[in-house]
């Protein structure tokens, strides 16, 4: 079965500071990868994914994922984080013509 | 472009009521699925269409719950009876042609309460 799983529950970084978010993944086949954010009484929002090609993958408000198949990992990371990037964070593998989705992880950045 | 769009956005109802909720997919989008999340178990694949035609249904949790995709513009998600373990978040999206890991469209979801 495809699966993800996103290890931390809560990850608090500081504005300004760099933002990590882990995901390492379980398929069989090629890994199809996704990242989504979603902002308090909102649905999911698409940043990027993975299917095939360059390792580092750039997304939406700045955020880019690497894929790194030895480590079977897809963390998503931000450079310098914004206040407004606090939300849940959610990363997901496509299998059997579906997303399988993490359990989440809310990301509070401290002013 | 409207993106997709969920009604009602609250629903607040009684145990063993009837609950309808109502999804307008992305226009030219063919698939369309139905989530739902909740703290305890977090975001739930329900069921999925593609072309109109439910093709798993694997994730609707019991006989109360059905779905139906009448055509490419709406989608309907009915409970019958409600019970109050029903009381969670329910998302729709859709996403474009062709079928495979494309990107998921996601409405802004229906927050109902059984009480």
């Known amino acids: 079965a495809q699966s993800v799983a996103q290890p931390e529950d809560q990850v608090n970084v500081a504005e300004g500071n760099p933002l990590t978010v882990k995901c390492t993944y379980s398929?069989?086949?090629?890994?199809?990868l996704f990242w989504y954010v979603q902002y308090p009484n909102r649905g999911l929002q698409f940043l990027l994914k993975?299917?095939?090609?360059?390792?580092l993958v750039k997304g939406s408000y700045g955020f880019e994922a690497e894929f790194n198949k030895s480590q079977t990992s897809f963390h998503l990371k931000k450079p310098s984080a914004l206040v407004s990037d606090s939300a849940l964070y959610f990363c997901?593998?496509?299998?059997?013509?579906?997303?399988?989705f993490g359990k989440g992880n809310q990301v509070v950045v401290i002013p | 472009d409207a993106g997709v769009i969920q009604s009602p956005r609250h629903e607040v109802t009684e145990m063993g009521q009837e609950v309808t909720l109502r999804c307008k997919p992305i226009?030219?989008?063919?698939?369309l699925f139905w989530y739902r999340q909740t703290m305890m178990r977090g975001l739930e694949l329900l069921i999925y269409?593609?072309?109109?035609?439910?093709?798993?249904d694997s994730g609707m949790p019991e006989d109360r719950f059905s779905a139906k995709m009448p055509n490419a513009s709406f989608s309907t998600l009915k409970i019958q009876p409600s019970e109050p373990r029903d009381s969670a978040v329910y998302f729709c999206?859709?996403?474009?042609?062709?079928?495979?890991?494309?990107?998921?469209?996601f409405g802004p979801g229906t927050r109902l309460t059984v009480l």
């Open positions: 269409f593609n072309n109109n035609v439910p093709i798993d």
């Open positions: 993975y299917i095939t090609g360059d390792n």
């Open positions: 226009s030219g989008h063919n698939s």
């Open positions: 398929v069989s086949g090629n890994p199809y």
């Open positions: 999206a859709s996403s474009p042609p062709p079928t495979g890991p494309g990107t998921q469209y």
């Open positions: 997901a593998t496509y299998g059997n013509n579906r997303l399988a």
